[in-house]
């Protein structure tokens, strides 16, 4: 199975807030005379500020998984391959890799995801593996979020 989030773009309070949320100050990301000056000729996105957002448009903004996704358990193999610069969308197109039985837990999964984050114009800028643990039936979590949403708008 192939899928392809919806796209969100990079903007500068993104970097800035980046920035104090992880106190990476870098100039690349912060400085517009530094940057202008460097390899890349403006500011750039913190990598793991791509690779947060990619998580985020994988499955919660999609509404995949939803009702079978357990935990994060890691990634394998990531690589930073181009900027992604402030105005650049990212959207991350994904592939279920594999998937196997989890061999602690009888009631769950294990699957892995082939992952690619692209620009507007569809150059990859970070590329990896994730893997995810899931339930092969539908969480309680999800019935009981519902039944209270539910309840609150009657």
């Known amino acids: 199975m192939r899928f392809r989030s919806p796209g969100r773009t990079i903007t ?52 995949e998984l939803r009702e079978t996704a357990v935990a994060f358990l890691g990634i394998a193999d990531w690589r930073f391959v181009a900027p992604i610069f402030i105005g650049d969308t990212i959207f991350v197109n994904y592939t279920l890799a594999e998937l196997r039985d989890s061999k602690s837990r009888p009631t769950q999964a294990i699957a ?39 309840s609150t708008s009657s």
């Open 112 to 150: 892995a995801f082939d992952v690619e984050v692209v620009k507007q114009d569809n150059t990859v800028v970070q590329q990896g593996r994730k893997v995810l643990l899931l339930s092969k039936t539908p969480l309680d979590a999800v019935a009981a979020s519902r039944a209270a949403v539910n």
């Open 12 to 63: 500068d309070a993104d970097v800035v807030g980046f920035a104090g949320l992880t106190g990476d100050y870098s100039e690349l990301h912060t400085s517009d005379v530094y940057a202008k000056n460097s390899q890349f000729g403006r500011r750039l996105a913190h990598g793991m500020l791509g690779l947060a957002y990619a998580h985020g448009l994988m499955w919660p903004r999609t509404g």
